[in-house]
């Protein structure tokens, strides 16, 4: 079965760290760019982060460069977000998203359920 | 940063209405456009890619048009399952901004 499956969310006080992770099956992982992209309670949607398959490039919101780094395994078809120094606005539900790119066109095609991270003392 | 600004933020519609929702870049974004909808505890799901392209499962009752930065979403003819938010993103640079969201509510 195709599918994401997101991990590591929790309680965490501010300036606390915490690893989410994204266990992926179904396609071969190694060949796609995954994403984290993020929900605050009540609002909008959020692109967080985003790694090439290959790892090597990596892209991040301003709201989160220099504190979260993603990151992969592909051997263990798992993708990885490392959050540091968190704010009480980076609660949110985190997603993993697979991406799918091809000519002119670029899309989040795959989403997990989400993990919920709240920063709060 | 791109910005992208989706209208209406909310609207009522019944059963069998046709809906259409509009998203401006700040920018030209070619046809980098994409449209996703979400319901409440779900995780959004892709609709259409490339501003007009349906995404492969779903109905045909959804359609996208446009091109640089005026795009439009429409549902031809809405049903029940159909009541949630939708969202427009580009992905035509990072970071991929996403508009506020539409929501629509049963009238």
């Known amino acids: 079965e195709v599918q994401l499956v997101e991990s590591g969310g929790g309680l965490v006080q501010p300036g606390g760290s915490l690893r989410l992770s994204c266990a992926a099956s179904?396609?071969?992982?190694?060949?796609?760019?995954m994403s984290w992209v993020r929900q605050a309670p009540g609002k909008g949607v959020e692109w967080v982060s985003t790694i090439r398959g290959s790892g090597v490039s990596t892209y991040y919101a301003d709201s989160v460069r220099g504190r979260f780094t993603i990151s992969r395994d592909n051997s263990k078809n798992t993708l990885y977000l490392q959050m540091n120094s968190l704010r009480a606005e980076d609660t949110a539900v985190y997603y993993c998203?697979?991406?799918?790119?091809?000519?002119?066109?670029?899309?989040?095609?795959?989403w997990g359920r989400g993990t919920l991270v709240t920063v709060s003392s | 940063d791109i910005q992208m600004t989706q209208s209406p933020s909310s609207l009522s519609a019944s059963v069998g209405d046709r809906v259409t929702i509009t998203c401006r870049a700040s920018?030209?974004?070619?046809?980098?456009l994409n449209w996703y909808h979400q319901k409440p505890g779900k995780a959004p799901r892709l609709l259409i890619y490339?501003?007009?392209s349906l995404q492969s499962g779903v109905p045909s009752r959804f359609s996208g048009s446009g091109s640089g930065t005026d795009f439009t979403f429409t549902i031809i003819s809405l049903q029940p399952e159909d009541f949630a938010t939708y969202y427009c993103q580009q992905s035509y640079s990072t970071p991929y901004t996403f508009g506020q969201g539409t929501k629509v509510e049963i009238k």
């Open positions: 920018q030209s974004i070619s046809t980098y």
């Open positions: 179904g396609f071969t992982f190694s060949s796609y760019a």
């Open positions: 490339a501003a007009s």
């Open positions: 998203a697979k991406g799918y790119s091809s000519g002119s066109s670029q899309y989040f095609d795959l």
